[in-house]
T-cell receptor, first 115, second 114 residues
């Protein structure tokens, strides 16, 4: 069984401020972890993924996330928020084994960026 | 390389009707997954098709059914529509044979049941 919990349904930051979106996972087997972004009326776009290589993962648009097994966390960060970062962000977990890639998604965190 | 395309983009149906949603997978992909995303929620896994066979199913009733065709495109069929079926339906494709851990999503079909 696997699940993710995204802490905070909404996160509000000022433009230029640090972005921190929290994700904790639960998985009975070693996981793959993902962050996706969704803009209004759009599908999901992959920001970054952890697949058991480096624990610090760099993604697109200046985002990065660190896999911390001891804390079962995979928080998403960006040093400086931009207005264009305003969107819905989803953390997802998938088992590494089994061949099938079927991610389980969190409920999402809406990032609001103030000028 | 073409991306994942879904049709139609928007649809309005009446309760009790049936609906078919379509998805063309990305070139080179053989696996298609369908998700339901209710307003304000994360995507919920409906089922996955791999090489024309159902390869996993989420907690959805049998009135949600699907098909995958030899060209790996896919359909999602929903019978006896209910008001709660109103949602964004997302299709994602990947290549299981390459151990591809990344799924590429289409823009979705917005279904409204009235």
């Amino acid at each position: 069984a696997q699940s993710v919990t995204q802490l905070g349904s909404h996160v509000s930051v000022s433009e230029g401020a640090l972005v921190l979106l929290r994700c904790n996972y639960s998985s009975s087997v070693p996981p793959y972890l993902f962050w996706y972004v969704q803009y209004p009326n759009q599908g999901l776009q992959l920001l970054l993924k952890y697949t058991s290589a480096a624990t610090l993962v760099k993604g697109i648009n200046g985002f990065e996330a660190e896999f911390k097994k001891s804390e079962t966390s995979f928080h998403l960060t960006k040093p400086s928020a931009h207005m264009s970062d305003a969107a819905e962000y989803f953390c997802a977990v998938s088992p590494q084994s089994g061949g099938s890639y079927i991610p389980t998604f969190g409920r999402g965190t809406s990032l609001i960026v103030h000028p | 390389e073409t991306g994942v395309t879904q049709s139609p983009t928007h649809l309005i149906k009446t309760r009790g009707q049936q609906v078919t949603l379509r998805c063309s997978s990305q070139s080179g992909h053989n696996t298609v997954s369908w998700y339901q995303q209710a307003l304000g929620q994360g995507p919920q896994f409906i089922f996955q098709y791999y090489r024309e066979e159902e390869n996993g199913r989420g907690n959805f009733p049998p009135r949600f059914s699907g098909l995958q065709f030899p060209n790996y495109s896919s359909e999602l069929n929903v019978n006896a529509l209910e008001l709660d079926d109103s949602a964004l339906y997302l299709c994602a494709s990947s290549n299981r044979d390459r151990g591809n851990t990344e799924a590429f999503f289409g823009q979705g079909t917005r279904l409204t049941v009235v």
